[in-house]
C-alpha cells in the first residue's frame, strides 16, 4: 500500500520558499553592500534628476561677496573662489557625470558585445584580427588612451565620452566573446542533432541572455570606472572645462584652496565621485558574487 | 579494548547545512561501524551523503555545516569533541582519506616524489634525503613502474591512475588504523579500476588497517567488500555482510538498487514509479526518508524513524515493512 | 617552454607594432588638425602653412607613416614644442623620477596587499576581513587626485608630517650625482645622508597616496587567490598527512595563487602609470607624468605621443615579463 499523505516539511508556509521573487529578496537581503549601494545610488539619481531643482542657488552665478565662506547652514557645502554654492554646482554636475557615465558604457557595450559575438561565434581569420586589436587597444592604461584620444581630438563632451568608450570597449569583446564560445561548445552539439538547417539565429537568441549577465556585471563596474576617468580628465584640463559643472573640474578648481586652507572646495565634489563610484562598485561586486555559478549551489 | 569494539563506530550523527534561512538535516541519525582489519562498503547514490559522512569524520566540514548531535568514536576518542589541533594530530596517523578528483588532490606546483617525501618527513621526522629515497621505494611499492623518474614528475604529466596510486602512497607514508576511499576509481579505466583495488587491499595486508569505501557501485562492492551499507538521503538503509546482502537484501531500497537482481519468483512492485527525488519533500520527512519512492510504505514510515534491527547476526535493516516485500519473510 | 617563450615574444612584437600604428592613427588620422590647434584660430593662413610644413603635415598619409615608423626605428620621438629638445631626451632624463615613484608605491602596494590579503583570507567573514573587503572596494572607486588632495591637506598642512609637495627635494638641498637617476637609490650609493632623508621624506607621501589606490586590486586578488586556494583539494590532503598550517599557507596555497595575483601586478602598472599623471602633477614630481601634463596644456603633439609610445611599450614589455615568469613559476606552463 503507498500512502497518498505528503507530508510538510518543518517550517514550510506552502512552498513560498520555491518562488523566485522569495528567493531573489532573500539573496538581496544576504548581501547588505548591493542594499547599500543601490541605496546610494538610488540618492545619487534623485539628486540628479530632482536636484538641480531644489537647490536655491545657480550653478553658474558668481557672488564675490560671499567667496571662500566654510560649510554652513546656508551653504551646507560651502562656497567657492568666486561665491559660488558649492552644493549647487555639485548637483547640477552630477547631471553631467552621470550622463557621460551612461552614454560611455551604452556604447562600449552596444558595439563591444556586437563585436564579441561575431567574433566568438564565425572565428577564423576575423577573429584572430579582432583580438589582435583588442590587445593592442588593452595595451595602453585605460586613463592614458582616453587621454591622448581626448587630447587629438579637442575639448568637448561627446569627445570625452567616445574617448572612453574606446578604452572600454575591449572588455566587452571579450567578454563576450568567452561566453560564445563556450556556448557554442555546449549547444553545437544541441544543434547538431536537431533538423540539419537549425536556424543560427535561435542560437544567437540563446546566447544573448547568457552573456548579458557578465556584461551587466562589466557594466556596471565600467559605470564606476567611467566616471572616475571623466573626472580624471577634466581635472587635468581636458575634455570638459571651467565654468561647467563637472565634479573634475570643481575638484580642480578648488585645489588651489587646499594650500590657503579651504578645504571644502576641493573635498565635497571628491567625495561625492568617490561615493557615487563606490556605490556602481558595490552593486557590481556584489552582482558579481550573486550571479557566478557558486552562488547557485545555494 | 577488545579486539571486538570496532575501529570506528559513529552513533546517531545529524549533520544540517543552511539552505535560504532554513537548515536541511543532510546527514540524519546516521549510524555505523566499520572493525579492525575490515573492508566495508557505504553505498549510495550520488547526494546520500557518504561523502559528507566521510568528511566529517575526517574533520573537514565547510564552515555553513553543522552538526546537529551524535558522535564518532574512533579508538576511544570522539572525534566530534576534539579541537582543531586534537583533530589535526589525529588526521594522518589514525585516518586518512583519499579523494574523489585524484588529480586535483595534489598539488600541480610539486613534484610527486616531492609530495610523497614530505609526508613520510613529517609522519616519521626523517631527513630530506631518506624521505625522498623512501618515498620512491613507496611509489614502486604501489606499482608505479620507473618510479625513480615519475617521481621527478608532476602531477599533470601523470596519468590519474599514476596521481591515484600517488596519493595511495602518500597515505601509506601515514600508516592510518583507518583509510576512507571515497569513489577512488571515479573516471578511470575498469583495467586501472581493479589495479586501484588490489593495491588498496595491499594497502591492507601491509598494514592492518581498516578500509571503508564509499561508492555508487554495487558491483565493486560484491568484489571487494566484506560488509556492506547502505545509505539513502542521510540516513542508513541496511547493512549486513556482503554474502548476506546479496543473497537476501532485506531493505526496498536495497532491492530497488539490485534492480536486476530481483529473482522472478517473488512479486515485487518495479522500481519505475520512484522519480528524481525531491529534495524539499525528502529532507523535511520525520520517519524514513525513502518512503516517498518506497513500493512498499506504510503510513508510520513518514512518521517515525525505523530503528535498526537485528535480522540475523550481523544483518541490521531500518525498516517498518521489510516483511512486507518478502511476503511471509524466510 | 621554448615554444611558449618565442610565442609570448611574437605576440609582444605584434602588439607594439599595433601599438606603434595606433599612436600613428589618434595622432594623425584622427580629426583635428594638431597645427590649427597649435597656432589657434586666429592665424594667418601662411603661417598654418608653415607650421603644417614644420609638422610633416603636409606630406601623404602614407609617407608620414614611413617617416614615422623609420624615425621611431632610430630612437628619434620627434621635437618637443615646449622644451625644443627631442622628446625621448626629455623622457630619458624624467624617467628615474617616475620609476622611483613608482617603484616605491608598488613596493609598498605588494607588501600591504599580500598581508591583508593574506590574513583576510584565513580569517574569512571575520569583521576584519569584512574590513578589508570595504577597503578593496573603497580603493578601486577613490578618485586619485582627490585622495591626493586629501592627503597633503591632512598630512602636509594640518600635521606636517609630510614634506611639502613641491617636487622631489627641498629648495635649497642638492641633488645627488646621478648614477641611476633615482634619489634614494643615488644618494644611498654615494653616502649622502642629507639628500637621502630629504628625497625619503618628499617621496613619502606621493608614493603612499599612489599605493593606497594601487593596493586595492593587489589585496583584492591576493585573498580571492588564497580563498580559492585554501578550499582547494590538495590542501585536504596536505592536512590529512599533517602539514603545519604555516607551510600549507606559504608553500602551497600562495605559489599556487601566484599566476592571478601577477596577472594583477601586470594590470596594476597600468593604473600605475596612469595615476602618475596625476599625482605628478600635483606634487610637482618632474617625471613624464607631469611632462605629459604640460605637454597637454601646451599641445606638444609630439611630445604627447612619445609619452604613449613609452608608456605603452613599457606595459607590452611588462605584461611579456610577466608571462614568462608565468612560466618559470609554474611548471604546468614550463612543461606543458
Redesign the interface.
Known sequence: MVSEAVVKPKGERGGVRDSRAWRTWYVLRSHPSMIAGLVVLAIVLFVTIAGPSLVPYKPLKTDPENRLLPPSAMHPMGTDAFGRDILSRVVHGARLDLFIAFSVVAIALGIGVLVGMFSGYYGGKADDIIMRITDVILAFPSFILALAITAILGNSIPNVIIAIAVAYIPYFVRLTRGEVLSAKERDYAEAARCVGNSNWRIIYLHLLPNCLTPALVQATLCLGWAILDASGLAFLGLGIRPPTPEWGVLVSEGSRDIISGQWWTSFFPGAVIVLTAFAFNLIGDSLRDVTSPTEAVQ | MTQDTPLLDIRSLSVSF?????RVRVLDRVSFSVGRGAFVGLVGESGSGKTLSSLTT?G?LP?SARVDGGEIWLNGQNLLALSPEEM??V???KV??I?Q?TR???????RAGDQVA??IR??KGVGRKEAYAEAVQLLRQVGIADAEKRARA?P??LSGGMCQRV?VA??L??RPSLLIADEPTTGLDVTIQAQIFEMIREVQRETGASILLITHDLGVVAETCQRVVVMYAGQIMESASVASLFARPLHPYTRMLMGSVLRVDRRVEPPGAASVMKE??T????GCRF??R??????V???QKPQAEVVENDHQVACHNWRGVHGTGH | MRRYVLRRLALAFVTLCGVVIVVFIITRILPGNPAAVRVGPYAKPELLAQIEKEMGLDKPLPVQFVDYVAKLARGDMGKSWRTGQPVQKDLWQRLPATLELALAATLIAIFAGVILGILAALFHNSWFDHVVRIFTIFGASTALFWLALVFIFVFYYRLGWAASPLGRLTVGIEAPARITGMFIVDSALTGNTVALKDSLHHLALPAFTLAFVVSAPITKIVRAGMLDQLNADYIRTAKTIGVPMREILWRDALRNAMIPILTTIGIVFGYLMAGNVLVEMIFAWPGIGSYAWMALLNKDFEAIQGFVLLIAAMYVFLNLAIDLLYSVIDPRIRLG
Open positions: 543552511p539552505r535560504y534561512d532554513q575526517m573537514f564552515p589535526s594530530k588526521r594522518g596517523r586518512a582519506m579523494f578528483s586535483s588532490a595534489l598539488n600541480p606546483m610539486m614530505r609526508a613529517i609522519q608532476y599533470h604529466q596519493l602518500m597515505m607514508a601515514c524539499e519533500v529532507y523535511g520527512i520525520v518512503a516517498p518506497c513500493p512498499v510504505a506504510l503510513p514510515c513518514w512518521e
